[in-house]
Each structure stands twice: as C-alpha cells, then as structure tokens.
C-alpha cells in the first residue's frame, strides 16, 4: 500500500468513473485501475463494483476510502510541519472565494499578501456559494472566503468583517443626495444575485414569499456569476442592483452619480473564512484571517463619498 494507491481511490469514489478519476491524478487510466487492484489483491478484498455505472464503493470500500481521506489529511498535515520554518509561512494554499466578493477583495489583498510571504504559492478558485461547499467536501480547495456561509457539512468558520451594500443604478433616483431609507428601495427594479438573496431576505422586512413575488417578473434574473457581468449589463440595458461598497474603489469616475447608500447602512453582507475541521495548514490560515481583517479594516475607515474611494 502507498499514498498514491489512496488517492486513486479517493478520486475515483469523487468522480465514480476510473477515466474521469485519472485524468485528476494525472496518470493513465490502465495504471490507476492496475494500482487499485493491486490494492484489492494485496488485502484481499474489493473496494469498487465495477459492474454497475457509474462505479460505487462496496460496504468494505466506503469505510477504507474514508480511512484514505483521513490518512490524506494527516499526511499533508506532516508534509506541512516537516517545511514549516520558524515564523516562517510557505507552501500551496487552494483558496476560494466567493463570486460576488471576488472581483473587489482579491485585488486588495493579494498583492500585498504574495509580498509579504513570498515562499507562500496561493492558487484561487472564484467560485458559488453552491461550489464551494462541493470543493470543501472533495478537499480540492483548502479554505474559502464566502458570505453568510450556509452549509450542510461541519466546518470552521472565523467572521472576518461584514461588507456593506448600495445601490447602483442607470437612472437617477427620486432622492436629495446620493442616499436612501432602504424602504425607499423598489425592489421589484432590482436585478439580484442569487448569493445575495437569502443574506437579504434575513435582514428585510419582506417575506422571502414577497420578495420572490417581487422579483419573479424581472425579464432578467442573475442566477450566478461575477457582480461586474451584471454591473455591465445594467450600463448597457439600464436597472438597478446591489453592489459591495467595496467595489467602489475600481468604479470608474463617470459612474460615481449611479450609486446611492442606504441610510444607517442597514444592509450587510457578512464575510467569513471557512476550512474544514481536518485542515493543517493553521499557521496560514491565521496569517490570512488576520491580514485581511486588518486591509478589509483599512479601507472601509475610508470616507463614504466615492469620489475620495
């Protein structure tokens, strides 16, 4: 038995299909077959059906491929401590990160982040809400950054600030100034993200069964994807949505008169860090939770009025 015969099997129980399974490992499928059953031989037993499509894992094989997964997590946990250096913070991290929040707080912060340890290699996944959870189960992403975290399985999850949210629009507002009661928000013009929606029914008045009722004749409805996709359409076709106050710092000047904030700031979109409870890579984690809180921090003491972002 060798490490790489577990993650053959780890792999195939993910994709329950040995070509699918191989192309993940990189390798060949007639040798990731042939590790397998060496695996099988070696203890006499069988860990996959291979005559039912797709494959599926015996009642032998589901216990031996969580005993893999847990093995996988101590392995890198001791690749992880044998590199560590004293105060020193290298290796991969696999980050995800939210797609409504992606667009404005991965410019803030990972240049400086990449500067400050440059032994640290950082590969990010701009991922849904929905996704993400599907990484965190596959162990394919490390952490994630993600709004209001709603998910099925245990993880650790570390508040890292909340993001407050305006108003963008193409047409201009019947208001003094550039701001509003949210009462004053037509609901039934705003074009919502789908991510954004269940944050949002938590901290309104209506009903998700009103809010639904509100939004359910928009002739577009933005299910998934990145906020500047849906900003551009709105330059383009006119309307109105929600839009992180972070993302006024990379709004060109010309769009300042389109956004309009929300009196006592009273929408928020909660930011957090999650991992999963076997995570290792702690030192990392600590060093990212603490310097995004602190750029995050930074910027948000800055003034409201846009043309000082």
Known sequence: MNFRQLEYIIAVDKHRNFK??????NVAQSTLSKEI??????????????????????????DLI????????????FEQLALERENEVSGLLHLAIAEIIAPYITPIFITSFSKKYPKLSIKIYELSDRRIEDFLINEEIDAALM?????????????????????????????EGNSLPLAAVDLSNV???????DVLIRQMEASERELHKMLENRPIKYVKGNLETLRNI?????????????????????????VYFIDEHSLKLPVSLVTSRGFEKKRIIKRLTRDI??????????SLDPQEL
């Open 147 to 175: 709004v209001a975290p709603s998910l099925t399985h245990g993880y650790y999850e570390q508040k890292l600030y909340e993001e407050e949210l305006c108003l963008y629009s193409s047409e201009k507002l019947s208001v």
């Open 66 to 77: 969580q005993k893999a997964k847990e093995i996988r997590v101590l392995h890198r946990e």
């Open 234 to 258: 709105i330059n383009v076709n006119g309307g109105t949505m929600f839009l992180p106050r972070i993302a006024l710092r990379f709004l060109p000047p010309e769009n300042f008169n389109r």
């Open 293 to 302: 809180s602190e750029i995050i921090t930074h910027t948000q003491n800055k």
């Open 20 to 25: 699918r399974a191989a192309i993940e490992c």
């Open 191 to 197: 074009m919502l993200h789908e991510d954004m929606r």
């Open 37 to 62: 059953q060496r695996l099988e031989q070696q203890f006499d037993i069988i860990i996959f059906d291979r005559s039912r499509t797709p494959v599926v894992p015996t009642l032998k094989g589901i």
